[in-house]
Protein backbone atom coordinates (compact mmCIF):
# COMPACT_ATOMS: atom_id res chain seq x y z
CA UNK A 1 0.00 0.00 0.00
CA UNK A 2 0.99 3.62 -0.53
CA UNK A 3 1.60 6.36 1.73
CA UNK A 4 -1.42 8.24 2.11
CA UNK A 5 -3.53 9.97 4.34
CA UNK A 6 -6.05 8.56 6.72
CA UNK A 7 -9.12 9.55 4.74
CA UNK A 8 -7.60 8.02 1.73
CA UNK A 9 -7.04 4.25 3.18
CA UNK A 10 -10.23 4.39 4.68
CA UNK A 11 -12.22 5.14 1.17
CA UNK A 12 -9.70 2.28 -0.71
CA UNK A 13 -10.63 -0.09 2.43
CA UNK A 14 -14.32 0.91 2.14
CA UNK A 15 -14.28 0.05 -1.56
CA UNK A 16 -12.08 -2.87 -1.60
CA UNK A 17 -14.63 -3.82 1.07
CA UNK A 18 -17.65 -3.10 -1.38
CA UNK A 19 -15.64 -5.31 -4.23
CA UNK A 20 -15.44 -8.09 -1.48
CA UNK A 21 -19.07 -8.14 -0.88
CA UNK A 22 -19.82 -8.39 -4.38
CA UNK A 23 -17.21 -11.65 -4.58
CA UNK A 24 -18.85 -12.99 -1.19
CA UNK A 25 -22.66 -12.29 -2.78
CA UNK A 26 -22.06 -14.41 -5.88
CA UNK A 27 -20.72 -17.28 -3.65
CA UNK A 28 -22.75 -17.51 -0.71
CA UNK A 29 -25.96 -15.34 -1.55
CA UNK A 30 -28.17 -14.27 1.17
CA UNK A 31 -26.49 -16.89 3.96
CA UNK A 32 -23.45 -14.29 3.36
CA UNK A 33 -21.53 -12.71 6.51
CA UNK A 34 -19.22 -9.88 7.11
CA UNK A 35 -16.60 -12.38 7.64
CA UNK A 36 -16.98 -13.73 4.69
CA UNK A 37 -16.34 -10.64 2.63
CA UNK A 38 -13.12 -10.52 4.01
CA UNK A 39 -12.23 -13.93 3.55
CA UNK A 40 -13.29 -13.58 -0.37
CA UNK A 41 -10.78 -10.35 -0.52
CA UNK A 42 -7.59 -12.58 1.14
CA UNK A 43 -8.68 -15.31 -1.17
CA UNK A 44 -8.52 -12.98 -4.28
CA UNK A 45 -5.69 -11.15 -3.34
CA UNK A 46 -3.95 -14.53 -2.77
CA UNK A 47 -4.67 -15.81 -6.12
CA UNK A 48 -3.70 -12.10 -7.89
CA UNK A 49 -0.26 -12.38 -6.21
CA UNK A 50 0.40 -16.30 -6.83
CA UNK A 51 -1.02 -15.21 -10.64
CA UNK A 52 1.51 -12.19 -11.09
CA UNK A 53 4.93 -13.34 -13.56
CA UNK A 54 7.48 -14.18 -11.31
CA UNK A 55 10.03 -11.46 -13.20
CA UNK A 56 13.18 -12.86 -11.46
CA UNK A 57 12.13 -16.52 -12.48
CA UNK A 58 11.55 -15.19 -16.00
CA UNK A 59 15.21 -13.39 -16.05
CA UNK A 60 16.58 -16.43 -15.00
CA UNK A 61 15.04 -18.84 -17.70
CA UNK A 62 15.61 -15.98 -20.69
CA UNK A 63 19.09 -17.69 -21.55
CA UNK A 64 17.31 -21.66 -21.65
CA UNK A 65 14.85 -20.25 -24.39
CA UNK A 66 16.80 -17.75 -26.12
CA UNK A 67 17.37 -20.33 -29.37
CA UNK A 68 13.80 -19.77 -30.60
CA UNK A 69 12.40 -22.73 -32.24
CA UNK A 70 15.63 -23.45 -33.94
CA UNK A 71 17.66 -24.69 -31.13
CA UNK A 72 21.25 -26.25 -31.72
CA UNK A 73 20.19 -30.08 -31.72
CA UNK A 74 16.96 -29.64 -33.22
CA UNK A 75 16.64 -30.78 -36.97
CA UNK A 76 14.03 -29.63 -39.53
CA UNK A 77 12.29 -33.27 -39.02
CA UNK A 78 12.25 -32.41 -34.77
CA UNK A 79 10.54 -29.03 -35.75
CA UNK A 80 8.21 -29.89 -38.89
CA UNK A 81 6.70 -32.39 -35.72
CA UNK A 82 6.33 -30.05 -33.39
CA UNK A 83 4.48 -27.54 -35.32
CA UNK A 84 2.05 -30.71 -36.41
CA UNK A 85 1.53 -31.35 -32.74
CA UNK A 86 0.92 -27.65 -32.22
CA UNK A 87 -1.61 -27.59 -35.39
CA UNK A 88 -3.33 -30.76 -33.40
CA UNK A 89 -3.16 -29.13 -30.27
CA UNK A 90 -5.69 -26.47 -31.97
CA UNK A 91 -2.63 -24.18 -31.55
CA UNK A 92 -1.48 -21.11 -33.95
CA UNK A 93 1.47 -21.50 -35.39
CA UNK A 94 4.35 -19.68 -32.79
CA UNK A 95 1.49 -18.87 -30.75
CA UNK A 96 3.07 -18.45 -27.19
CA UNK A 97 1.88 -19.27 -24.28
CA UNK A 98 -1.26 -17.18 -22.11
CA UNK A 99 -0.18 -14.85 -20.50
CA UNK A 100 -1.53 -13.22 -17.19
CA UNK A 101 -1.54 -9.27 -16.79
CA UNK A 102 -3.23 -8.33 -13.79
CA UNK A 103 -5.07 -4.37 -13.67
CA UNK A 104 -3.17 -2.49 -11.61
CA UNK A 105 -6.49 -1.59 -9.09
CA UNK A 106 -6.35 -5.82 -8.50
CA UNK A 107 -2.66 -5.78 -7.96
CA UNK A 108 -2.69 -2.59 -5.39
CA UNK A 109 -6.60 -4.31 -3.93
CA UNK A 110 -4.34 -7.82 -3.42
CA UNK A 111 -1.60 -6.04 -1.93
CA UNK A 112 -3.69 -4.28 0.40
CA UNK A 113 -5.92 -6.89 1.96
CA UNK A 114 -2.28 -8.80 2.20
CA UNK A 115 -0.90 -5.98 4.25
CA UNK A 116 -4.32 -6.33 6.01
CA UNK A 117 -2.35 -9.93 7.79
CA UNK A 118 -0.69 -7.18 9.68
CA UNK A 119 -3.38 -7.14 12.22
CA UNK A 120 -2.98 -10.82 12.96
CA UNK A 121 -0.11 -9.92 14.75
CA UNK A 122 -1.81 -9.55 17.65
CA UNK A 123 -2.53 -13.50 18.43
CA UNK A 124 -0.71 -16.01 19.79
CA UNK A 125 1.31 -17.72 17.87
CA UNK A 126 0.80 -15.41 15.45
CA UNK A 127 3.06 -16.34 12.24
CA UNK A 128 1.20 -20.03 12.39
CA UNK A 129 -1.94 -18.16 12.49
CA UNK A 130 -0.85 -16.10 9.25
CA UNK A 131 0.83 -19.50 7.53
CA UNK A 132 -2.45 -21.20 8.01
CA UNK A 133 -4.87 -18.32 7.21
CA UNK A 134 -2.92 -17.90 3.61
CA UNK A 135 -2.38 -21.38 2.63
CA UNK A 136 -6.31 -21.95 3.38
CA UNK A 137 -6.79 -19.18 1.05
CA UNK A 138 -4.94 -20.54 -1.41
CA UNK A 139 -6.81 -23.66 -1.31
CA UNK A 140 -4.24 -25.61 0.20
CA UNK A 141 -4.54 -29.24 1.14
CA UNK A 142 -6.23 -29.59 4.55
CA UNK A 143 -3.86 -31.57 6.69
CA UNK A 144 -0.93 -29.01 5.56
CA UNK A 145 -3.24 -26.33 6.55
CA UNK A 146 -3.64 -28.18 9.74
CA UNK A 147 -0.19 -28.72 10.41
CA UNK A 148 0.85 -25.17 9.36
CA UNK A 149 -1.43 -24.16 12.48
CA UNK A 150 -1.92 -26.52 15.08
CA UNK A 151 1.36 -28.89 14.50
CA UNK A 152 0.94 -31.01 17.94
CA UNK A 153 -3.20 -31.62 16.97
CA UNK A 154 -4.25 -35.20 16.41
CA UNK A 155 -7.14 -34.67 14.55
CA UNK A 156 -7.66 -32.71 11.36
CA UNK A 157 -11.43 -31.76 11.33
CA UNK A 158 -13.39 -28.49 9.93
CA UNK A 159 -13.43 -27.40 13.12
CA UNK A 160 -9.70 -26.13 12.98
CA UNK A 161 -10.38 -24.54 9.85
CA UNK A 162 -13.30 -22.65 11.15
CA UNK A 163 -11.24 -21.68 13.56
CA UNK A 164 -8.22 -20.33 11.29
CA UNK A 165 -10.78 -18.13 8.99
CA UNK A 166 -12.69 -17.39 12.19
CA UNK A 167 -9.64 -15.94 14.17
CA UNK A 168 -8.40 -14.40 10.99
CA UNK A 169 -11.34 -12.40 9.74
CA UNK A 170 -11.88 -11.04 13.25
CA UNK A 171 -8.07 -9.89 13.91
CA UNK A 172 -8.51 -7.72 10.46
CA UNK A 173 -11.89 -6.26 11.32
CA UNK A 174 -10.67 -5.39 14.79
CA UNK A 175 -7.61 -4.06 13.14
CA UNK A 176 -10.16 -1.91 10.88
CA UNK A 177 -12.12 -0.79 13.05
CA UNK A 178 -9.23 0.59 15.64
CA UNK A 179 -7.01 1.66 12.55
CA UNK A 180 -9.32 3.07 10.00
CA UNK A 181 -12.48 3.62 12.12
CA UNK A 182 -14.23 0.73 9.41
CA UNK A 183 -17.08 -1.41 11.26
CA UNK A 184 -19.76 -3.80 10.12
CA UNK A 185 -23.19 -2.07 9.20
CA UNK A 186 -26.53 -3.30 7.89
CA UNK A 187 -26.37 -6.26 5.65
CA UNK A 188 -22.77 -6.91 4.75
CA UNK A 189 -21.60 -3.41 3.70
CA UNK A 190 -19.08 -1.86 5.87
CA UNK A 191 -18.87 1.70 7.42
CA UNK A 192 -17.05 4.85 8.54
CA UNK A 193 -17.73 5.62 12.36
CA UNK A 194 -17.14 9.40 13.63
CA UNK A 195 -15.49 9.63 16.80
Known amino acids: MTNSSPLEARIQALSWLAHGGELAWALKGEKTRHSDVIWQLLVEAVEVIDKTPDQERRWLTSGQRSGGWNMIGMSRAELVEIERIRLFSSMKPFDGAAKYSPQRND?????????????CNAARLSDRLTK????????????????????????????????????????????????????????????????
Open 107 to 119: TDRALGVLDWMRW
Open 132 to 195: AAIALARGGDSELVHKLYCPTRKSHDRQTVYEIRTRTTGFIMAGLKRDLCIVPSDGISFKEITS
